[in-house]
């Protein structure tokens, strides 16, 4: 079956899957989704024992169907390999009652890698495909996590440019040093005066400058991003989950067939929505927790229908769930609406102009698969010391607010159905926030002190990522004023 790809707001054609990669965003700022929604071929059977890159060809295969076997799999095997710590990628971690899915194995170790690492690929392969001949170049900016995760993907990758813009002052010092320090002729990294919101402006108006886009065209540049409303990093996520469906029968925790319940932390709602999909196309599923930090948007809309970022955004300890917009929705809500384009353009305008929308009864019928739960932070920091200590396994601050929801929802419900927690960083990562969890002192030490700590307790090896930054040399030194990314982007594109 051919599948293609339409906008969550009706505009434009179908497009193929290599078109709908390579425009990210539909031009009336719609999300694509696939027409119709495949399923998995074969028996489920036949997933226990594939290796992530096989699990990934025959999962990708039914959605991206313009490439070819050969292009799949070039893709895949220059994503998953070597740069993962694990031959497994995604390993399946039992700990008393839970499982954590350890997504967070790759090179930035965080859950992003999972996608970022086969982005670069499959955006080049779609030009190819396409015959744009065009160099395409990345402008992101970042908070922390996207940014490196983006830099370690396309670092090197022929045919690709990537700059990343931070706020000078707004990141972690480890989350700089591994930024600062990335290798790549082909990558470019500056810092920004003012906040993330002053850098993520600047880059937007870089994509709306029609006389910049014309310029550097004239040159061969083509501008993209690698920005989670990509279908080409939503869809290589739902391969982790047939992933760790295929381990929980092979450990003979599931019988082939019966259902597994996962639990998410959630920001941006990409994650969960890729579990979603893994449901859809034949993944047994029932429950899917969607776990917020105070943070809460998603969790108040699961209970009342009602989407309302008109709230007091609050800085966490999980900071890449600190989202008042969670963009991947929108698919969600287009499904619910019967594939209703127009009432989902009335309400993504609605929450343009208002900060808010509602959905129907009936749509919310629709998501009754969703649960949704939040933990506040004195919680959060609670589940990290309350795991530590019955199975001496550290989990970091984001995998510690789905853990403690999915313990509430247990205890609230005795629904015992086997749950995979998604567990999306590496604890060291965060160190401060974790070890601050688990009692210690960390005020006036250093992070690469705090690091060896964290080796020490939780006898976990500190991951290559954060051992390579260490001694690494600072390779970007650049910082400028937002109001100058454009002369800056020209300079280094055409130098
Ligand atoms: C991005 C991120 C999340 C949120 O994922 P979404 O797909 O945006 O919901 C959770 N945890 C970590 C560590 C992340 O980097």
Redesign the pocket.
């Known amino acids: 079956m051919e599948m293609y790809y339409r906008s969550t707001r009706g505009g434009g054609d179908q497009v193929t899957a290599s078109q709908a990669i390579l425009k990210g965003l539909a031009e009336d700022g719609g999300l694509y989704v696939p027409v119709e929604i495949p399923k998995m071929e074969g028996k489920l059977e036949d997933y226990i024992g594939l290796s992530y890159q096989e699990t990934a060809y025959r999962i990708l295969k039914i959605f991206l169907t313009d490439y070819t076997e050969e292009e799949l799999r070039h893709c895949i095997n220059s994503a998953y390999d070597e740069k993962f710590d694990t031959e497994k990628i995604a390993p399946l971690v039992a700990k008393d009652d839970a499982y954590y899915l350890e997504l967070f194995r790759g090179k930035t170790i965080?859950?992003?890698d999972m996608a970022l690492s086969i982005l670069p690929h499959l955006l080049t392969t779609a030009a190819k495909k396409n015959e744009m001949n065009d160099e395409i170049v990345i402008l992101t900016a970042t908070s922390g996590?996207t940014g490196k995760a983006a830099l370690a993907g396309f670092a090197d990758v022929p045919g690709t440019r990537i700059f990343v813009f931070y706020p000078k002052h707004g990141v972690s010092a480890i989350q700089e040093k591994q930024m600062v320090t990335q290798v790549g002729d082909n990558t470019c990294v500056v810092g920004t005066s003012g906040n993330f919101d002053d850098a993520q402006t600047g880059v937007k108006r870089l994509f709306s400058d029609p006389k910049l886009a014309d310029d550097m065209a004239r040159e061969g540049f083509r501008f993209s991003s690698a920005n989670?409303i990509n279908i080409g990093r939503l869809l290589p996520q739902v391969v982790y989950y047939v992933y760790a469906y295929a381990q929980l029968c092979e450990s003979g925790a599931l019988q082939c067939g019966e259902p597994m319940n996962v639990c998410?932390?959630?920001?941006?709602?990409?994650?969960?929505l890729a579990a979603w999909y893994a449901a859809q196309i034949g993944v047994p599923m029932t429950k899917l927790i969607c776990a917020s930090n105070e943070n809460k948007v998603l969790y108040d809309f699961f209970e009342t229908g009602v989407y309302d970022r008109n709230r007091d955004f609050v800085l966490t300890t999980?900071p890449?769930?600190d989202?008042l917009i969670?963009s991947?929705l929108e698919r969600l809500v287009y499904l619910s609406a019967g594939c209703d384009a127009q009432a989902t353009a009335q309400r993504m305008k609605e929450l343009a102009e208002t900060g808010k929308y509602s959905i129907t009864a009936e749509m919310k019928a629709f998501m009754s698969n969703f649960v949704g739960g939040f933990a506040n932070e004195a919680q959060t920091a609670e589940e990290i010391a309350a795991v530590y200590e019955k199975t001496g396994y550290v989990i970091?601050t984001?995998t510690a607010v789905a853990s403690r929801v999915y313990h509430d929802y247990k205890k609230r419900t005795g629904d015992a159905t086997p749950t995979v927690i998604a567990s999306?960083?590496s604890p060291y990562k965060f160190s401060r926030a974790v070890l601050e969890a688990l009692g210690k002192d960390t005020k006036g030490r250093d992070d690469f002190e705090l690091v060896d700590e964290l080796e020490n307790i939780s006898g976990v090896k500190i991951p290559r990522a954060v051992e390579e930054i260490r001694s690494a040399p600072i390779l970007h030194k650049d910082v400028i004023d937002p109001a100058d990314m454009d002369a800056y982007v020209r300079v280094r594109l055409t130098q």
């Open positions: 965080a859950f992003k996590d989670s998410v932390p959630t920001g941006n709602f990409g994650n969960i999980s890449s769930m989202i969670s991947n970091d984001h999306t960083a």
